[in-house]
């Protein structure tokens, strides 16, 4: 079988849609715990800035998976142009 | 995506773009303490005003975070958080965000993991070695990864934010030449650089603070 510089640089612009797949998870747990904030903040409005902080910080820990795929992504184009240079 | 270009060579090691624009970052901040510091008054003029509001309410995040008896380290977290601050919002000036750098922000990340460490020993001793131990000694080495797992996920998460806004802010600037990526730059730059920056700073204190008690 041969492998061609278009075949590889193919799949691997492939892969790097595959690798955004990931973007669902986070947008979910994102999404979880605003409604979750939301909800906390129509019960005890006197704790909101508590827990604004409180729901920023566990989104930003969520949304690292999704950073992961990025990255991954990201170093996939970086593979492609070198590959064609 | 190009990465940092070398702007000149220094007894052979390259000097990227990245530091250049860190030192930038950095004059920017030491002239402005210096013009801050400099006509302190007891009723505050408007830079005052925001300098004092700046102090008292990291003092305030601090104190809540880390509790009273770690207010000492305000000063080292006010400054991490300003210094990430200015180099995520550098970008709007038409500068590349030196963030958006895995080698800068990785630096960032390895200072907070050897600031957990160094006070986790010096708080608890040995103890502190013995808490990867728990509960079992078999889970050891899930322990070790998960904490050499911090410095990547915090530099990781600092680095993609950063450069996936500045590539979706290129893509926008290339579609569109009006308007349009003026209000994009208000989340992409300033929103998602503010934010990130105060994470990052929330991270260190809680890791912080965890390992001292």
């Known amino acids: 079988m041969e492998h061609n510089i278009f075949t590889v640089g193919a799949f691997a612009l492939l892969g790097a849609g595959i690798a955004m797949i990931a973007g669902i998870g986070p947008a979910i747990g994102q999404g979880y715990a605003a409604g979750k904030g939301v909800e906390a903040v129509s019960r005890q409005p006197e704790a909101r800035n508590d827990l604004w902080v409180t ?18 992504a990201i170093m996939l184009l970086n593979f492609v142009s070198g590959l064609l240079k | ?15 990227t773009e990245s530091v250049v624009n860190t030192w930038i970052v950095m004059a ?3 002239i402005l303490a210096l013009v801050l510091r400099r006509r302190l008054e007891l009723r505050p003029g408007k830079a005052q005003n925001i300098a004092e509001l700046l102090v008292d309410g990291f003092t305030g995040i601090v104190k809540s975070t880390m509790g009273e008896k770690n207010i000492g380290f305000m000063p080292y977290m006010a400054t991490l958080f300003l210094l990430i601050l200015f180099s995520n919002i550098i970008g709007i000036f038409g500068f590349r965000t030196p963030t958006s750098d895995i080698n800068v922000t990785l630096g960032y990340a ?12 010096k708080a608890k001793g040995l103890g502190y070695l013995k ?23 915090l530099s990781m ?38 934010l990130q920056s105060f994470i990052f700073t929330m991270l260190s204190m809680v890791f912080i603070s965890l390992a001292k008690d």
Do not use: C, W
């Not at chain 2, 070790?144 to 990547?152: D, F, N, Q, S, T």
């Open chain 2, 1 to 15: 995506m190009q990465g940092p270009k070398t702007v000149f060579t220094l007894f052979g090691f390259p000097i």
């Open chain 1, 55 to 72: 729901m920023l910080m566990g989104q930003a820990v969520a949304e690292t998976t999704g950073i992961y795929s990025l990255v991954i």
């Open chain 2, 28 to 30: 920017v901040l030491i």
């Open chain 2, 131 to 153: 808490g990867f131990f728990e509960p079992i000694f078999v889970i050891a080495p899930i322990n070790i990864i998960g904490e050499l797992a911090r410095p990547v996920s």
């Open chain 2, 157 to 194: 998460r600092l680095f993609g934010n950063m450069l996936g806004g500045s590539v979706i802010m290129a893509l926008i600037s290339g579609a569109v030449a009006l308007f349009v990526p003026a209000v994009a730059s208000i989340y992409f730059d300033l929103f998602s650089g503010i």
């Open chain 2, 110 to 121: 390895l200072m907070t993991f050897f600031s957990i460490h160094f006070f986790g020993v």
